[in-house]
């Protein structure tokens, strides 16, 4: 009887050895295999497995640790491109399939460390405005659509949530920052590209004036150019905002290269509202930000190279009024009648297309549309499809996230980013009245963003959290005279 007494000792003594020695045993096993498959294959797809079974206990590893860093980097990468990496219609995208495996990492995380960052009120006002999309299924013209669309909401809420749960440190926050500006370098490049190849180009002429836009496509699947430049406007503001921060040296002229490159990107794709959008996030800046000498020399850089480009990105402007923007102006007559019929509750989430049908006929159609469109405009998506209730939703909730980070005062060091986020909310806004941005990743990626620069910001200084003082403006006059701190402080 005293050997198994020995053998219990001896392992709880060296259990931590044991386990590292297991997992060094099973990484190893791995590794073989892996390698096995690479020397040995005979096909692509063979040595890709391979390499991905090489990879894998890193993965697992970084996903455990780090996984703001991986895989949700990955994830950030790719939300540009969400549309045209469609792998099946039942899985959905792969943007899509790394952010499950990115919100798995992440809350097995918090569950493990048991450490939370406190999420700003926003959180629960996009909960209520979700339980209603969700009430609403019980009154939806089509259910099945009600459902898919509630589901795609889901989601998106529950990664954001997630995130703003998060507690972040100083090099997350940086490779956040710098993926999401990796990944507008990258959708820039690619539209410049397939603008310079000729591939999906489409020209016209208006008014004697030579105009063209990019019409994205990879394989059968498709972008639309609003959709894509407006995946550009967060990372156009962070890179903006990088360029303004450095001192004039190299550094600071390869941010601005990069600012016109992603300047190219939008003028390329010939996105009207996503331009206009961009207008207002300097605007904000200009008013907000303390460049704003530096603001008004990088608009002027940005509009006049306009004027290099092959065709004028802003000859769509003038036929604006003669095709009723694309065909928009009758969409929202024959929404604004469906709105009439479905004015408290609205038709139900995702069934604007099937109310739009049943008042398609009662509207003069000026501008022919056809049957069974999408909404363009993030108002009158929300209006028809949840009425008044929804709207006021919405709008009080988009509200919210815009001023979740109003404790962060001109003297922290996070200001000028906090600026450039509330100037990516207006331009995000703005896009959203030309095309549906709710439903978009990128969306909640700057929702996302947002929570995670709050949550660094507390972790610096617990007191912005503090409860306000008698004075109405107390408080954020204490946030405005918040010092600096580099080390976090006790609360």
């Known amino acids: 009887m005293r050997a198994p007494s020995q053998l219990t000792e001896f392992i709880v003594r060296n259990e931590r050895l044991l386990r590292a020695l297991l997992l060094v045993a099973v990484a190893a096993s791995v590794l073989a295999l892996g390698s096995h498959l690479i020397v040995f294959s005979d096909d692509k797809k063979t040595l890709a497995i391979g390499a991905l079974i090489v990879l894998l206990p890193f993965m697992l590893y970084a996903a ?25 219609p039942q899985l959905g995208t792969l943007t899509k399939l790394v952010a499950l495996c990115a919100g798995a990492a992440l809350v097995f995380w918090l569950v493990r460390s048991r450490r939370f960052a406190t999420p700003s009120k926003a959180v629960f006002f996009w909960l209520a405005l979700l339980v209603f ?14 459902i898919t669309k509630l589901d795609t909401y889901i989601q998106l809420f529950l990664l954001y949530v997630v995130i703003s749960l998060m507690p972040i440190a100083e090099d997350e926050y940086r490779i956040f920052l710098s993926t ?28 004697g004036v030579l105009s063209s836009r990019l019409l994205v496509q990879f394989g059968d699947n498709k972008l639309g150019p609003d959709d894509f430049s407006a995946t550009l406007l967060l990372p156009i503001a962070v890179v903006m905002t990088s360029a303004l921060r450095q ?48 603001l008004i020399t990088l608009s002027l850089l940005a509009l006049g190279s306009s004027f290099l480009m092959p065709t004028s990105p802003w000859a769509r402007f003038a036929s604006a009024a003669d095709t009723g923007g694309a065909g928009r102006l009758s969409i929202w007559l024959v929404g604004f009648n469906a709105f009439k019929r479905h004015w408290l509750a609205g038709a139900g989430v995702g069934n604007f297309p099937t109310a739009y049908d049943q008042s398609f006929i009662q509207v003069y159609q000026k501008y022919y549309a056809n049957w069974h469109r999408a909404p363009h405009d993030m108002l009158v998506e929300f209006s028809v499809e949840l009425g008044i209730i929804g709207i006021i939703l919405l709008l009080t909730a988009w509200y919210v996230q815009m001023r979740s980070l109003r404790m962060i005062g001109p003297s922290n060091q996070l200001f000028d980013m906090r600026i450039a986020l509330e100037a990516a909310m207006v331009s995000v806004f703005v896009a959203g009245l030309f095309v549906s941005v709710m439903p ?5 990626l700057l929702f996302s963003l947002m929570a995670a620069t709050r949550a660094l910001a507390v972790s610096r200084a617990p007191s912005l959290l503090a409860q306000p003082l008698t004075h109405p403006h107390a408080r954020e006059l204490q946030y405005i005279r918040q010092p600096i701190v580099k080390e976090p402080v006790n609360a």
Request: aromatic share 16%; proline share 3%.
């Open 64 to 88: 455990v640790v780090k996984p703001l860093i991986f895989p949700f980097t990955i994830f950030v990468l790719l939300v540009p491109f969400d549309d045209l990496l469609r792998v099946d």
């Open 133 to 146: 999309m969700a009430l609403s299924v019980m009154w939806a013209i089509d259910s099945k659509d009600a």
């Open 180 to 207: 999401v500006a990796l990944s507008g370098v990258a959708a820039a490049i690619y539209s410049v590209y397939l603008y310079h190849t000729g591939a999906f180009v489409q020209h016209a002429d208006i008014q």
């Open 247 to 294: 001192p004039w040296s190299l550094k600071k002229l390869a941010y601005i290269g990069i600012f016109i490159l992603m300047i190219g990107g939008l003028y390329v794709n010939g996105s009207r509202g996503a331009l206009l959008a961009f207008a207002c996030m300097v605007g904000y800046m200009i008013w907000r930000s303390r460049f704003k000498l530096q």
């Open 440 to 444: 978009a990743k990128c969306t909640w």
